[in-house]
């Protein structure tokens, strides 16, 4: 039920399959498997795979690996991973730019003999300095005029491994004079003598991403390639390759505006110094803006989903307030979460006048607008209450327990705060109370009991551990501002409070039966999860996706 923003491409591919340019619509979203995958990526895979699935066409998973140096297959599974988590397919199997290398290296070979690419034996300073600046011309490289069959066999040699990495670059022969600066002869092929995760030691030549991106397209018969705005000035060349080569087809590159969200990081590169560096636990710390972190946290895909419908897509961007995706997991889990009791801080209380072998087994509602059935919580003597749920001193408007006064047990009796029991500094270790067996489901007679508070039996209830996660940066644009001054690195704005772990926190029994994946309404509390790396049957974890409401800054 959320309202599905504009998104400028669904015209365009409704036109292009009216006018029957295109019978139907292929798609691709092309990572690099150089990290995980954070959520401004979740934007574009909703928005490929959204569009293919939209319009009856399909959408394929191809990874972008043209950068042995940096790329790892444990990123390639966690990509795929996230993708299928975040509930689409992809068309077949998954591709690899590197399946087609040896294709763009004999496109490279067809363009040396038009004459249209050379290899150049500029160092890589060199040739920054040929390449001039966005006010002034670049100058031709003194390799431009090699003959075709010298470059033909210097090409040959490159590929052969007869020159160590950064000796020479094959080029396209473009205009070095173009206003446009990635025509003036763009490098084609780098020499790198690594080792690559899907090609192993067959090449020591790498094609750059602009050689690499658009032909793929074209191989894969990609009608819409959608790609952010930084790529808007590489659309010239990468029509430009499209035109000089026998390509079986001609795609079309469409820019849209990335995500930006504030108190967030979407950059891989900062992820990366993110765990490197030890300030989270890992790419899936459910602190981290990645696909895998926000499902550790407890986000579902759906949320995720209808929070990039909301956004739309459009060309003109701007900044996201992360207040509209927790928005988007609020809805979902309050109308999807089952409710439980877990008390965080617990405060033994003990009903004294409540019969000590006496069994009571509850019912509760597993949610209070849908009928889920029932779980049961047994009632006993001795409870725990959470020990915010009792003050001596309360501020104005308290409505919880103090002493003399009376509260409602959440789905059970009514108690009254008779004495504290204290230890030796003074701290208040136990309470006593006695309730009012005319109280379980029914008002009490003449007088009126308005707070409700949440509770565990002592001795059922499960130990477990909490983990309450807020933001990970405190300020709005993390790579910018502590308190309006400019910061060194988003590294110092780091919320020192981002994680909280609680210890000894008492669960009702149902919480055992507990999955990976499931979601509860910690009532009062806010929306937890299982960990899905540390919880263990025997020592559960939750860890809070989201408190109840929007309480930032207030
Ligand atoms: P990063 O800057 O984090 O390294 P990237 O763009 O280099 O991101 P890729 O792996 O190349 O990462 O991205 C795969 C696809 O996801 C690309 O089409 C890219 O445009 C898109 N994408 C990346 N970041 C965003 C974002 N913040 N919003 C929308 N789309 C994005
Ligand atoms: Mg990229
Ligand atoms: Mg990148």
């Known amino acids: 039920s959320v309202n599905v923003a504009a998104n400028f491409l669904r015209p365009i591919v409704q036109a292009d399959l009216q006018s029957g340019k295109h019978s139907s619509i292929v798609t691709r979203f092309p990572p690099e498997p150089n990290g995980y995958l954070h959520i401004g990526h979740a934007k574009s895979i909703c928005l490929n795979f959204g569009l293919a699935k939209e319009f009856g066409g399909v959408c394929h998973l191809r990874f972008d690996d043209t950068n042995p140096a940096k790329e790892e297959q444990e990123y390639i599974d966690a990509i795929k991973d996230d993708v299928r988590w975040l509930g689409f397919q992809w068309d077949g199997e998954v591709r690899y730019a590197s399946d087609y290398f040896e294709q763009l290296y004999q496109w490279a070979v067809y363009l040396v003999e038009q004459g249209k690419a050379y290899v150049c034996d500029l160092s890589p300073e060199q ?8 006010t002034e011309p ?21 590929r052969a491994g007869e020159f160590p990495d950064g000796t020479c670059a094959l080029r396209a022969k473009i205009d070095m004079a173009s206003p446009n600066m990635n025509l003036r002869d763009p490098i084609l092929y780098r020499i790198r003598h690594a080792h690559h995760h899907q090609t192993g030691d067959a090449w020591c030549i790498y094609p750059s991403y602009d050689f690499t991106h ?5 191989i894969e018969l990609i009608t819409h390639s959608i790609c952010t705005l930084e790529f808007e000035d590489h659309r010239p060349l990468y029509e430009w390759f499209l035109e000089q080569l026998p390509v079986p087809a001609k795609p079309r590159q469409y820019e849209f505006a990335r995500l930006n969200l504030n108190y967030t990081i979407t950059s891989k590169r900062k992820l990366k110094q993110l765990v490197d560096d030890q300030h989270v636990s890992g790419w899936d710390d459910p602190r981290m803006s990645t696909i895998s972190g926000f499902r550790r946290r407890g986000f579902t895909p759906a949320s995720i989903r209808n929070f990039c419908d909301m956004i739309g897509v459009n060309r003109a961007g701007g900044i996201v307030d992360l207040s509209m995706l927790e928005f988007c997991i609020r809805e979902d889990l309050d109308y999807n979460a089952t409710r439980a009791m877990c008390v965080l801080k ?32 047994p009632f006993a003597r001795e409870i725990y209450i959470d020990a915010s749920d009792y003050e001596e001193n309360p501020p104005k408007g308290y409505r919880r327990l103090m002493p003399g006064t009376e509260v409602r047990l959440r789905g059970s009796y009514v108690i009254r705060a008779d004495e504290a029991i204290r230890d030796a500094e003074g701290n208040i270790v136990e309470l006593r109370c006695s309730y009012d067996p005319e109280t379980l489901g029914k008002n009490p007679e003449g007088r009126k009991v308005k707070g409700v508070i949440h509770w565990v039996p002592a001795a059922q209830s499960v130990e477990c551990e909490v983990r309450l996660y807020d933001r990970l940066f405190s300020t709005a644009n993390p790579d910018k501002d ?22 000894g926190c008492r669960a009702e029994p149902s919480l055992l039966q507990a999955q990976v994946g499931e979601s509860f309404q910690f009532e009062r509390e806010g929306y937890f999860c299982l960990d899905n790396v540390d919880s263990k049957p025997d020592a559960l974890v939750f860890n809070r ?7 930032w800054g207030k």
Do not use: C, W
């Open 127 to 134: 040739a920054r300095e040929y390449r001039g600046s966005l």
């Open 138 to 158: 670049g100058k031709n490289s003194p390799f431009r005029e090699r003959s075709v069959s010298e470059n033909l066999d210097l090409l040959t040699r490159m």
């Open 214 to 218: 658009g032909q793929s397209d074209a």
């Open 346 to 377: 617990p405060l033994k209380v003990v009903i004294t006048n409540y019969p000590e072998d006496q069994e009571l087994m509850l019912q509760l509602p597993r949610h209070p607008k849908r009928d889920e059935g029932v779980r049961e919580l």
């Open 482 to 503: 502590v308190e309006g001054e400019t910061s060194e690195s988003f590294l110092d704005n780091i919320n020192p409070e981002s994680l909280v772990v609680l210890k």
């Open 545 to 551: 996706t989201v408190t109840l409401r929007d309480s």
